[in-house]
C-alpha cells in the first residue's frame, strides 16, 4: 500500500513539471510574437492633423491624404520656441498688422519691449526719460552691436546711406525726418508694414505710422547706417 502510494505521488510530480513545461513555451511563444508585434508598430507613423509624429518621438509634416491644415506651414515648429517668444510674436504681429510668423528677430522685439513706453526727455538716455537719437543709438548697440553710431539725428542722417523710397525700407534701416525744421531733427527705426519705432515727444517709446499724415508731411527720408554697410558689404538699393 505504501508503494502504491509512492508511486501515486510520482506520477503527480510529473504530470506538474510536464504541464509547467507546456505553458512556458507557450509563453514564449506569445512574448516573440509581441515583441515582433510591437517592433512593427514601432516603425508606423500616427498623424495627427498635418503631424506626423513616429512612437519613437520622431516628428514630419507631410500631410494627410484628405486633410487640409488652417494652419500654415511654419507655423507647425512654433512648439520648439518659448511661450515668451511666443506671446511677444504676437502682440507686435498684431500692432504691425502682419502674420505672426513675421516676428522673427526676438533680440529686437525683445529690447522694443523693454523699452516701451520709457517718456521723452530731450538728452535722456535712461528709462526715466530718452530721446530719439539716444534711442536708435542703444537699440543698434544692443541688438546689432554697432555701437559707434553718432548721437544726434542730424549726424546719425549724415553718416547713412539714403533710401528714398519707403518700399525699399527694411527691418532695422532708419527714418529721417525734419519737423518745423530744415535740419533733420528726429529719427526712429523701421519695422514693418509702414511701422517704425521712435521716441516721440508726445508719446515716448511707441510705434508709429509712416502713412499717417504728420509723419508722412516731415519725413524725409529712410537711411542704413554706414557702419552696419560695412559690416555686411551690401548696401539697400535706393
Given at each position: 500500500m505504501k508503494e502504491c502510494r509512492n508511486l501515486f505521488f510520482l506520477f503527480l510530480a510529473m504530470s506538474l513539471l510536464s504541464a509547467c513545461s507546456m505553458m512556458k513555451g507557450v509563453q514564449t511563444v506569445h512574448d516573440q510574437a509581441s515583441s515582433a508585434h510591437q517592433t512593427k508598430d514601432s516603425d508606423k507613423i500616427t498623424f495627427i492633423n498635418d503631424i506626423a509624429i513616429k512612437?519613437?518621438?520622431?516628428?514630419?509634416?507631410?500631410?494627410?491624404?484628405?486633410?487640409?491644415?488652417?494652419?500654415?506651414?511654419?507655423?507647425?515648429?512654433?512648439?520648439?520656441?518659448?511661450?515668451?517668444?511666443?506671446?511677444?510674436?504676437?502682440?507686435?504681429?498684431?500692432?504691425?498688422?502682419?502674420?505672426?510668423?513675421?516676428?522673427?528677430?526676438?533680440?529686437?522685439?525683445?529690447?522694443?519691449?523693454?523699452?516701451?513706453?520709457?517718456?521723452?526727455?530731450?538728452?535722456?538716455?535712461?528709462?526715466s526719460g530718452i530721446d530719439c537719437s539716444a534711442f536708435v543709438q542703444l537699440l543698434y548697440g544692443a541688438v546689432f552691436g554697432i555701437i559707434s553710431l553718432p548721437r544726434t539725428a542730424d549726424e546719425q542722417y549724415k553718416d547713412s546711406k539714403k533710401i528714398k523710397r519707403i518700399r525699399k525700407l527694411k527691418e532695422g534701416d532708419l527714418v529721417f525726418f525734419h519737423i518745423h525744421s530744415r535740419r533733420i531733427n528726429h529719427v526712429g527705426v523701421y519695422l514693418q508694414n509702414d511701422k517704425f519705432i521712435n521716441a516721440s515727444v508726445s508719446s515716448g517709446v511707441t510705434i508709429s505710422d509712416l502713412t499717417d499724415p504728420y509723419w508722412q508731411r516731415y519725413f524725409a527720408c529712410g537711411g542704413e547706417p554706414r557702419q552696419a554697410v560695412d559690416a555686411t558689404g551690401v548696401a539697400s538699393s535706393e
Amino acid at each position: 500500500m505504501k508503494e502504491c502510494r509512492n508511486l501515486f505521488f510520482l506520477f503527480l510530480a510529473m504530470s506538474l513539471l510536464s504541464a509547467c513545461s507546456m505553458m512556458k513555451g507557450v509563453q514564449t511563444v506569445h512574448d516573440q510574437a509581441s515583441s515582433a508585434h510591437q517592433t512593427k508598430d514601432s516603425d508606423k507613423i500616427t498623424f495627427i492633423n498635418d503631424i506626423a509624429i513616429k512612437r519613437n518621438g520622431h516628428l514630419s509634416t507631410q500631410k494627410v491624404k484628405g486633410y487640409s491644415s488652417p494652419l500654415p506651414a511654419s507655423s507647425l515648429n512654433r512648439g520648439m520656441e518659448s511661450p515668451a517668444i511666443l506671446t511677444l510674436q504676437q502682440k507686435y504681429a498684431q500692432m504691425l498688422g502682419v502674420p505672426d510668423t513675421d516676428i522673427d528677430d526676438s533680440s529686437l522685439y525683445s529690447f522694443i519691449d523693454s523699452w516701451y513706453g520709457t517718456p521723452y526727455l530731450y538728452g535722456g538716455d535712461s528709462r526715466s526719460g530718452i530721446d530719439c537719437s539716444a534711442f536708435v543709438q542703444l537699440l543698434y548697440g544692443a541688438v546689432f552691436g554697432i555701437i559707434s553710431l553718432p548721437r544726434t539725428a542730424d549726424e546719425q542722417y549724415k553718416d547713412s546711406k539714403k533710401i528714398k523710397r519707403i518700399r525699399k525700407l527694411k527691418e532695422g534701416d532708419l527714418v529721417f525726418f525734419h519737423i518745423h525744421s530744415r535740419r533733420i531733427n528726429h529719427v526712429g527705426v523701421y519695422l514693418q508694414n509702414d511701422k517704425f519705432i521712435n521716441a516721440s515727444v508726445s508719446s515716448g517709446v511707441t510705434i508709429s505710422d509712416l502713412t499717417d499724415p504728420y509723419w508722412q508731411r516731415y519725413f524725409a527720408c529712410g537711411g542704413e547706417p554706414r557702419q552696419a554697410v560695412d559690416a555686411t558689404g551690401v548696401a539697400s538699393s535706393e
